[in-house]
């Protein structure tokens, strides 16, 4: 069976979000990087005693991984069968990242909350995989 037939004709859009989610992954692991370089953070220390704007930038990335498992997997479901909203809730989701992540730089851990809407694509996939469920179960 050919994958091309077996998918929905709008899945493309989801993978470029899992590409556009690869793209911010990959941004916060190099200003991760580049925060060891600057506060002199040595591996395998996750965080310092004396560098709060250090710890922030870890944190923005480390809570991000800590999420991004479980998007993958709700982003999934809900793009089998709803390929489109998935998509646009999954930027959602993604855009925000950055937001939470430049409000976290600035070493006030409240500022992390700029990227707040991110929720609403969050949300969104786990709800459209529920919708996905429900209806493999025939309850509607």
């Known amino acids: 069976m050919d994958m091309l037939t077996v998918l929905p004709s709008n899945f493309g859009y989801a993978i470029f979000t899992y590409l556009y989610s690869w793209i911010m ?12 370089k600057k506060f002199d953070v040595k591996y395998p220390t996750m965080y310092s005693d004396t560098h709060q ?4 930038i870890q944190r923005a990335h480390q809570n991000t991984l800590e999420v991004y498992a479980q998007w993958l ?3 999934t479901i809900a793009a089998l069968v709803y390929p489109l909203s998935a998509a646009v809730l999954g930027a959602i989701w993604v855009t925000s990242r950055f937001s939470y992540a430049w409000g976290y730089y600035t ?3 409240s500022k992390r909350m700029y990227g707040a809407y991110g ?7 786990i ?14």
């Open 107 to 109: 070493g006030d851990p």
């Open 127 to 140: 709800f459209l995989s529920i919708s996905v469920a429900l209806q493999l179960l025939g309850v509607y």
């Open 25 to 36: 992954l990959g941004y916060l692991a190099v200003k991760v990087g580049g925060a060891r």
């Open 119 to 125: 929720y609403i694509g969050f949300f969104g996939v």
């Open 73 to 75: 997997v709700f982003q």
């Open 53 to 56: 704007v250090f710890n922030c």
